[in-house]
């Protein structure tokens, strides 16, 4: 195997006409890896990712190939999967208003030029799910909220449209799911590549606890933080520390801190899949 790329989380590997996508226990916050790392954190994702892969086969195709084919050191938080062309976007989307979407809906009271109601606020459930996509950026920097319009000139109308129809899509399918378990997923960011034949594939991981913000249904309500199953957890604690990406090295994360957001990561797992982890 080769190495060629080390993001965030994952680890990527090239072996023969196939990718080795390795899941790290490495967790980052506004872009930044924090130099503590959440035990079993990638083999929960992966896991987690494989169930989706499945409720979701029926409306998207996806780049896995195998999940046992992996070298043995990474078993169970890696997967081998077929190369694609991706796309340069981030397809995001959101059922409910939080985050750089509520503030972006503060300023302009839109979304990436989705209009939306007045007087919503922290954890609105919004009329119906919208696309809000974004840039994606290299290591280091912020991703930049990016209108519909913009998606279409880059990747072409026909395209960006089945982009954007399969986000919905498959976001309405697992909150639908995830609403049978008592959990809310507020918003969820997917990619997509292509195949050698121009097939359209969603990739990487899928409704997880790093690329959702999960929360309990039984305490949602709007107008205040929510209850999440998600790495809203560290972001909020790192916060709480005063450090802010670029004031200086990012803080060691707290061993309570550690147990808690892993006893999150497993409680998503668990009432998504109904499996014990």
Not at 224 to 233: C, G, M, N, T, V
Not at 242 to 263: L, Q, S, Y
Request: charged share 25%; glycine share 8%.
């Amino acid at each position: 195997m080769k190495p060629i790329y080390r993001g965030k989380v994952r680890d990527l590997y090239a072996d023969g006409d196939d990718l080795i996508l390795v899941a790290s226990d490495r967790i980052s916050v506004y872009d930044v890896v924090l130099p503590t790392e959440i035990p079993d954190k990638g083999k929960l994702l992966t896991a987690l990712s494989l169930w989706w892969f499945e409720q979701l086969a029926d409306l998207v195709p996806n780049q896995l190939v195998s999940t046992t084919d992996v070298p043995p050191e990474f078993a169970g938080r890696a997967l081998r999967v077929r190369r694609l062309d991706m796309l340069p976007v981030e397809a995001i989307a959101r059922g409910y208003l939080t985050g750089s979407g509520l503030a972006e809906y503060d300023a302009t009271g839109t979304v990436c030029g989705v209009e939306l109601p007045p007087g919503l606020v922290d954890g609105s459930r919004l009329p119906e799910p919208i696309f809000t996509p974004t840039t994606k950026a290299p290591d280091g920097e912020h991703d930049a909220a990016i209108t519909f319009e913009k998606v279409a000139d880059d990747l072409g109308a026909d395209r960006a449209g089945l982009v954007r129809d399969l986000t919905l899509a498959v976001y309405r399918r697992g909150a639908e799911i995830a609403a049978e378990r008592g959990i809310v997923i507020a918003d969820t960011k997917l990619e997509f590549g292509t195949d050698d034949q121009g097939t359209l594939r969603l990739a990487d991981e899928v409704l997880t606890s790093d690329s959702s913000r999960f929360w309990d249904a039984a305490a949602w309500e709007p107008g205040r933080p929510q209850a999440s199953f998600d790495k809203q957890y560290v972001r909020d604690w790192a916060r709480s520390t005063g450090w802010k990406p670029g004031t200086g090295p990012a803080p060691e994360i707290p061993g309570e801190v550690v147990d808690a957001t892993r006893a999150r990561y497993v409680a998503a797992y668990e009432r998504l899949t109904g499996h014990r982890w």
